[in-house]
């Protein structure tokens, strides 16, 4: 439901509270007459001083939403990319303006300001015509010579080359200072699209290909879902059209039906909002192509309510929950179906009430429920914020970061942040783009009433990283809805989170949390911390030992098998020393791979120890001989772990079941008094298998409340 949040109908169609039935909509589609337009820019401008008829369209427009805008700009912009673009054909035969024009429509008609509009009449002129860079900045200024030139960037940026890491950097620092760059290439993109039949097969899929991997999820970002909606027919249509063809067909044939379930609902929502006299306008939204596609494939046959859903239009934000009370108790609703992304917005911008009623029939009509300002951000989202420098409107609180200012969205700034902290082009890439596919959000909300705002799967170090960046190294747990959880909890939406911050200025995140960082935020900033700090990273703990070298080189020792990090292979000891009793030594619990040497002890027994254990240095510095052992395919293992938690009833139960449940065997259990609402578990357990002891480890680091779980550090024994 959330990823056809907001179903586009031009906001032309939509406001003018006609309701047409999808395939008569797509056809009475408010395009552009690009045969008219060419035919006026044939004529070229009129006279110098009136405005010329092929820009008329866009003024329209542009006046419709911006009554006392400059028109005069936007008249010597037309003119300047009219006679530079004179001669110039697009591939369909039609003059070059009418490309421009076009793109510049598109914008108006989302309700750009006058200096984008400007800017995308001009955008393809450094490129393609004599027209430099400095005569645009001369001209019509630097802020249009910016955003011209971040378009002509982009535009050698992505064709052909945007699914590779480094252009496709380079596209986001393109756009990096200015969001609106972005809003004229999906513009852009879009009449590209539009025209894309009289390309060759091969090149419409690939270009295809490009727009459903980046600019459809950078459209979607934006919040601008007119543009969003039309790409994905597009480009659905070029690369599965034969499901496009029976999409299509399912849509004809519904729009054939006599009887309209969602116009009967309309009726009676009318009927409901008029008895309580709430001024309120209700409109049949039908459902894109993928949209329809998307439905079809959840649901199987489609009844007539899931062609379309209903839009209720209100004049204030309180009206919106007095038209949810009306419908939830004169209707039947569907409370599984209710969203509330008005008081939890989701980032894009987007905000609306979502719900469903119910039919007598068992249909299931969805209804959205926005103001009209809201809808018009739902549709053109930060193309319709205006102009960036303008001074900020009075309801943009600076409380809520992400919509501060429109020209830098909190996710564009954290990408540029990302860019500049990636390791590497790939990594920043490969971050980027899952980000990018994360259509679903959660919303959780902290203490102090704030929310953030995370992709789906997000555990609480995404939180952490979210709430805090860099400071973040110096969580060590976190509340999840009144309970100590572990860091890698994963976050459901609407779940109250609380970070619990350590007071150490020097903390260190830990290399685990990367296992848990499903945000690139979170994850960037773990690993920009072990880059900086190899000294640290760079010890191997005893997991991450190889056992690369014999023990010595005399062949009647037996020799350290070949082991892979953090792979054991057996536990099993073979001694060189026929029918000697083996013992682990409990001061340092050796398991596979560690390197081991072995003493014989009274009684012919012969005890293991790592080698780094301080019961070695001192037995070796007493005179004591050293024993080959090595690690032979026998399969158990003894080993110490030590389990860190914050206290909480039942930790002991359920961390003794997690490692009963991983079949580990447990020896001798140590529980220290409580610290600071801390507490260290000590186990020693005998697992059947030494090669299971990463997953024993990660089971006790997912009982909620336990923070950390290592093996037992050597300790010098019978200290
Ligand atoms: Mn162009």
Known sequence: MNAEAANPATPGSVTSGHVTPAVTRRKARPRLDLRRLGRAALLGP????????????????????????????????????????????????????????????????????????????????????????????????????????????????????????????????????????????????????????????????????????????????????????????????????????????????????????????????????RESDIAAEVLIRPRHFVSVHRVSRKRGRLRGADFGRLLVLVNEDADCYAVLGELHTCMTPVVSEFKDFIAVPKFNLYQSLHTAVAREDGQVVEVLIRTHQMHKVAEAGVVALGNPYAAPPEEQSAGDGERVDPTRPGWLSRLLDWQRGAPDPDTFWSTLREDLAQDREITVFRPDGGTLGLPEGATCVDAAYAQYGEDAHACIGARVNGRLATLSTVLKDGDTIQLLMGQDPASEPSREWLEHAHTPAARIAIQRWLTAHPAQDDVPGPEAVAVSRPLRDDPAVPQAPEAAPGRPVAAQVLVDRAGATVRLAGCCTPVPPDEVTGFAVRGGAVTVHRVGCAAVARMKSAGRAEVGVRWGEGSECRVTLVAESFVRPHLLADLTEAMATEGAEIVSATVEPPERQQVRHTYTVQLPDAAHLPALMRAMRNVAGVYDVSRAQPQTPGA
């Not at 050698?156 to 380079?170: L, Q």
């Not at 025209?195 to 600019?215: C, F, H, N, S, W």
């Open 46 to 273: 009129a006279t110098r001083d009136r405005l010329p008829d092929a820009i008329g369209h866009v003024v329209d427009a542009h006046r419709a939403h911006h009554p006392d805008a400059d028109l005069e700009t936007l008249r010597r912009a037309y003119v300047l990319a009219e006679s530079s673009h004179r001669g110039q054909m697009r591939k369909s035969g039609e003059p070059y303006i009418t490309h421009p024009l076009a793109v510049t429509l598109i914008l108006a008609e989302l309700g750009a300001e006058t200096t984008t509009l400007t800017a995308s009449l001009l955008h393809d002129t450094v490129e393609d015509t004599d027209v430099t860079l400095d005569q645009v900045g001369e001209q019509f200024g630097e802020e249009v010579r910016y955003l011209v030139d971040g378009v002509t960037k982009l535009e050698k940026v992505d064709y052909g080359a945007a699914a590779e890491p480094e252009t496709f950097r380079k596209m986001l620092v393109a756009t990096g200072n200015d969001v609106r760059v972005m809003s004229i290439k999906l513009a852009d993109r879009l009449h590209n699209m539009r025209t894309l039949g009289v390309m060759r097969p091969e090149k419409q899929e690939r270009i295809a290909k490009v727009t459903r991997d980046v600019l459809i999820p950078l459209a979607e970002r934006l919040g601008v879902q007119a543009l969003k909606t039309e790409l994905e027919d597009l480009v659905f249509a070029i690369l599965h059209p034969e499901e496009y063809e029976h999409t299509r067909e399912l849509i004809v044939r519904n729009a054939a039906r006599a009887d309209d379930p969602l116009a009967d609902v309309a009726d009676d929502v009318r009927k409901v909002l």
